[in-house]
Nanobody
Framework: QVQLVESGGGLVQPGGSLRLSCVGSGSISNLYTMGWYRQAPGKQRELVASITSGGSTNYADSVKGRFTISRDNAKNKVALQMNSLKPEDTAAYYC??????????????WGQGTQVTAPS
């Protein structure tokens, strides 16, 4: 079992910053790719950023240059630094851990979500 707990969401004015944190526990490995997804009401969940065990990162085009994902493998922690927030960033943000399974489909674990609001 993998448990993921997010924190750091809140209300911030456009142009402001927030830092999200996700801490993993249970049967989690630092070999997992970690990521942040977000979902606004009435919209599909989308990838915001991800980071592999080796530190390779991937970002949605909409957040490139504004968001930075990082991880601390010793603490089973992944963070998302969000700068220059826009109203379009308003969503529930979810931490994701992807377990690689050779010869099988990867397995995803999810946190409960934390709300980020940048009102227009």
């Amino acid at each position: 079992q993998v448990q993921l707990v997010e924190s750091g969401g809140g209300l911030v004015q456009p142009g402001g910053s927030l830092r999200l944190s996700c801490v993993g526990s249970g049967s989690i490995s630092n070999l997992y790719t970690m990521g942040w997804y977000r979902q606004a009401p009435g919209k599909q969940r989308e990838l915001v950023a991800s980071i592999t065990s080796g530190g390779s990162t991937n970002y949605a085009d909409s957040v490139k240059g504004r968001f930075t994902i990082s991880r601390d493998n010793a603490k089973n922690k992944v963070a998302l630094q969000m700068n220059s927030l826009k109203p379009e960033d308003t969503a529930a943000y979810y931490c994701n851990a992807r377990r690689p399974r050779f010869g099988d489909r990867p397995q995803d674990s999810w946190g409960q979500g934390t709300q980020v609001t940048a009102p227009s």
